[in-house]
C-alpha cells in the first residue's frame, strides 16, 4: 500500500487491533447505524485511519511524532502518534526506503494484560525489550505485510 510517496507495512501487533475495531464498527453500522458516530470505538478507528493513511504518510518525520528518550536512548528512532490522551500509536519509518511500518496501539486489553492504565510507553518498552516487536529494522519487515484486509487503496 502506498500513500503520500511512501510504502506503509503493518506489524501483527497492530493488524490484530485494527481488524478487531473493523467488525465492532461494521457490527455497529449494522445494528445500531444511528450511534456510529458517536460511538468511541468508531471514533478510535476513524482516527486510526486518518492517521495512518494521511497524517502519518505526510510527514512521519514530524516533530509531533517524536518522543525523545521517552523509551530510552536505545529506542529514540520510535514514533508515536497521540490519538486524544489515552491512545498511542507506536510507528518506525525509514527515509532511505520511504517505508512507514505500523507496529502497536494500545488498547484496553492490553493495558490489563500487563502495564500500567496511564502508561503505554512503559508497556511499549517491555514489549521491545521481549523482541515483539523486534528492534532490528530489517527482522521487523520480515515480520510485516503490506495490506491488512480493513484498509482499501
Not at 523509551?71 to 489515552?86: D, F, M, N, Q, V
Not at 493495558?111 to 492504565?117: A, E, T, Y
Not at 503505554?120 to 495490506?147: H, I, S, V
Request: hydrophobic residues 35%.
Amino acid at each position: 500500500m502506498h500513500r503520500h510517496g511512501w510504502t506503509l507495512l503493518f506489524h501483527d501487533g497492530f493488524v490484530s487491533l485494527i481488524e478487531k475495531l473493523a467488525k465492532s464498527v461494521s457490527r455497529i453500522k449494522q445494528k445500531r447505524p444511528h450511534e456510529l458516530s458517536s460511538n468511541a470505538t468508531y471514533k478510535l478507528y476513524a482516527a486510526l485511519s486518518h492517521l495512518v493513511m494521511d497524517v502519518i504518510p505526510q510527514d512521519p518525520n514530524s516533530d509531533r511524532f517524536r518522543q525523545g528518550n521517552t523509551l530510552g536512548t536505545e529506542h529514540r528512532h520510535w514514533r508515536r502518534a497521540k490519538i486524544g490522551r489515552r491512545f498511542r500509536l507506536f510507528f518506525r519509518f525509514d527515509s532511505r526506503s520511504k517505508i512507514i511500518v505500523f507496529v502497536w496501539v494500545n488498547d484496553t486489553h492490553s493495558l490489563r494484560s500487563g502495564g500500567s492504565k496511564s502508561d503505554p510507553y512503559a508497556l511499549f518498552t517491555k514489549m521491545l525489550e521481549q523482541g515483539n516487536p523486534p528492534d532490528d529494522w530489517d527482522t521487523l519487515l520480515e515480520l510485516c505485510r503490506p495490506n491488512p484486509s480493513i484498509f482499501q487503496e
